[in-house]
């Protein structure tokens, strides 16, 4: 069975290493050396990772955060390509696969789109198709509830899902699967998306998620 979480993060830590510690990220305000110590403190230390969702806690989270990364960048990298250690919810089987394909993907993006003269890498046919699988639910939650505009979202081969509040004006954006995750996340201003809709709607759309540089029709 293909492990594309794994696939993810040592490419993830492939960009990291290459990049060095103080590159910018898509992630506000993040270098890479703030993107590692997020990705190992999400694994290792359960008592902070549940600020990286929730307001209340985001304090701690960032404290716990800070402090680790203070640590040589290499330690980072390091602990982070080594996978989770057996405490960690991470380690039980089949979660790591769950719960990080997509997180991995992301931040792997994250490193590589930050550079002014970034390209897209090729994702394998099964990963891609490991991403289309996620995409109904992350785009209700992340895209769906944001959008002021009906969304469409479609695959190159023709499938699609729509999101978004209903009788709204419709967008539609195309692209593979890894740019419309990307999309949903907030960096669809760092992909290779074709927008198409009424330019009152698209323009409406972008006030709230970034878009490509291009207009819709």
Known sequence: MSNHALAERHRLTELLVAAGPDAPTLCAGWTTRDLAAH???RERRPDAAPGIRLGALAGWTKRVQDGYAERPYEDLVRLFRSGPPVYSLFAL???????NTVEYFV?????????DDWTPQPVPPGRAEALWRRLPMLA??????RSPVRLVLEHPDGRSLSVGPAGSPTVRLTGEPGELVLFTYGRGDRTTL????????VEALRHVLPLPAQQGR
């Open 194 to 201: 074709d927008v198409d809709g009424a330019p009152d709607a």
């Open 107 to 115: 931040h792997a993006e994250d490193v590589l789109r930050a550079a």
């Open 93 to 99: 089987p089949g979660a790591d696969e769950a719960a």
């Open 140 to 145: 209700r939650l992340e895209a769906g509830r």
């Open 39 to 41: 990705l190992v403190i």
